[in-house]
């Protein structure tokens, strides 16, 4: 499938690139429209844009939005059996996994975050993949969500995450965060 991934500085000026893969992206000054298999989706912010993305030698914009959607479907692929999020479809699962984890973006301070209640991931997982600087620790008390965690740490190779299975009301964390969050 052909995509093409626009940002657009105002509704008259366009700049853009175009991409193999299954997705096009463009931003309208704040709100951001993914376009997925001919669907799209809005959400506000700026979070998988080429602002703020790692560039350089780091994983660049097109390649995180691939990431993202690869995530998407190994969290569909785990939630057979598993069933790690009540939303089954893809399409559903941009708008309400992806663009609500990302739309906290250009919100977070530097330093350590932590995801309490993380769950399938959400929203850490889609951070730490765009903010790769950000050290991101995932918190929850379920074994079989944990194994799905790893899994994705290990296949998106995320050094900057790590899960823990623990209670939040009895956990002692080894060191400080400048953010906690969760959904």
């Known amino acids: 499938c052909k995509g093409r991934i626009f940002i657009l500085a105002s509704?008259?000026?366009?700049?853009?690139?175009?991409?193999?893969?299954?997705?096009?992206?463009?931003?309208?000054?704040r709100v951001l429209i993914i376009e997925v298999g001919g669907r799209k989706f809005k959400g506000a912010g700026s979070a998988t844009t080429c602002e703020g993305l790692p560039t350089g030698r780091r994983a660049g914009p097109l390649i995180v939005i691939k990431q993202l959607l690869d995530y998407l479907a190994l969290l569909e692929k785990?939630?057979?059996?598993?069933?790690?999020?009540?939303?089954?479809d893809q399409h559903?699962?941009?708008s309400t996994h992806l663009l609500d984890s990302l739309a906290v973006l250009p919100h977070l301070p530097g330093g350590p975050l932590l995801d309490v209640g993380t769950g399938a991931g959400l929203?850490?997982?889609p951070l730490a993949m765009v903010r790769q600087d950000l050290a991101v620790t995932l918190l929850d008390n379920s074994q079989k969500r944990l194994a799905f965690l790893r899994?994705?740490?290990?296949?998106?190779?995320?050094?900057?995450v790590q899960a823990v299975c623990?209670?939040?009301?009895?956990?002692?964390?080894?060191?400080?965060?400048t953010c906690i969050i969760s959904r």
């Open 78 to 88: 785990w939630n057979k059996v598993h069933n790690l999020t009540a939303i089954r």
């Open 123 to 125: 929203p850490g997982i």
């Open 92 to 94: 559903q699962m941009v």
């Open 11 to 29: 509704p008259l000026r366009l700049l853009g690139q175009t991409w193999k893969g299954g997705i096009a992206s463009t931003q309208y000054e």
């Open 151 to 160: 899994q994705a740490i290990a296949d998106f190779h995320l050094g900057n």
């Open 166 to 177: 623990h209670k939040v009301e009895t956990w002692i964390p080894q060191m400080r965060f």
